[in-house]
Structure formats: structure tokens, C-alpha cells
């Protein structure tokens, strides 16, 4: 996916240099210092929240995980309390209703995706080599979504507009090493703002639930071919 699209335009620059020459100490200092000013999402559960959690609650955010994956929408509190084997007491004390539970769980899962993008971007690359790790980690994770917690996710407004804000977060990072690639001469002079979408939006079709039960069909068909 990236790699296409980036490859499309590498060749155009005037001066271009090798995607897989190191960065420079400043260089990379640099593309830090930027990636770090691209506003993030705001959490559903903030910092000082999150802070004050107990080992206890916890336990049952990282637990729910795995019951949210099978489909959430139709999920009660009191369903959920009797699969984390918690009271009802407890679960409200992580949140106040079944909605910001579900907004929770939602957005810890989109914050999963996007540290795993983050990640993928190691020492020593440049910028147009940080933009194929980082879409190509974010596409990875994307690929881990089930399409029980895809579909739901659709079903949801306010948990769609989560993954919107995250797929914004996903747009401006991209677009922030597209800057630099242009800058250090890796890639042409392009219109990044338009690249980046295109590309991050690529990547955030593959969550899509009808695309998610398309590739799982391939998948199936490929193993019993």
C-alpha cells in the first residue's frame, strides 16, 4: 500500500537520496522533535484517571479486551460484570455508564494501534523509510481487528468518531515525515496534505467491517485451495 504510493513519487525529486541512507544525529533529533508536536487524540480515560485505577480495575480493562473482540454493541453492564467476574460496584467505579465503558475499551484499542505504528519507526531511519514502517505497523495492527469489533465499532457514533480522530492523528503523522522526506531531498515536491490522506486512508479502509469479512474470505479460500 505505502510503498506503491511512495514509490510513485520518489523518483520526481530533484536531488534524491537513498530511503535507506541513516538519518543524521540532527536529522533524526528533528524528525523526534516533530512527531512529538503532531497533536494526539485526546484519551477517553485521561492520564490522572488511568493514574488512579487500581491493580484490580486494571485487570478488567486489559481483560475486556478479549470480550469486546467477539462484539460489544449489545453487551449490558451486567453481562460484563459477570464475565470480568466483578460486582457491578466495581465496574462503575471505571466507568460511569455502559457507553463510556464501551468508549473506553474503544479507544484503548485505537491508542494499541497507533503506539504499534510508533513503534515500527527505529533508530537510524529517514523519513520516507519512517513512513513505510509506520504505515506498514499501523497496517499490521489494523489487520488484528476482528470483524465482530469492526462491525460493532460501525454501529457505534460516538466510537466512530474516535476512530475518525485517530485516523486524523494517523493523516498528520504521515504527513509530518512527508514534509521531511520532501525536505531532505528523499522525495519530490509533492502536495503532502493530499498524499497523506490518500495513504493513511488506505490503511484505515482495511478496518472496515465489510473489508475485514472480504480479506477473511480470501484468507479462507487460500487455505482450502
Known sequence: MSTATISAVEGGAGTTRAATTPAGTGERTEMLRRLQAVP???PVLS???ERLL???QREIIDRLGELFDAGFVD???AEIAAWAN???RTLYSVAQSRDE???VMVDRHLWHIGRSAREAIEAGMGPLD???AYLRGATVAVGRITAAFSRDLAQVPAAERLRQSHNEYLVAVTRCLLDLAVEQGEIADVDTGALARVMATLGSDLSR???IATLRKMEENQRTA
Open 209 to 211: 467491517p465489510e473489508v
Open 86 to 88: 466483578c460486582s457491578l
Open 40 to 42: 494526539r487524540p485526546v
Open 101 to 103: 465503558l464501551v468508549l
Open 130 to 132: 519512517a513512513v513505510r
Open 47 to 49: 492520564r490522572e484517571r
Open 75 to 77: 453487551l449490558t453492564m
Open 54 to 56: 487500581t491493580a484490580r
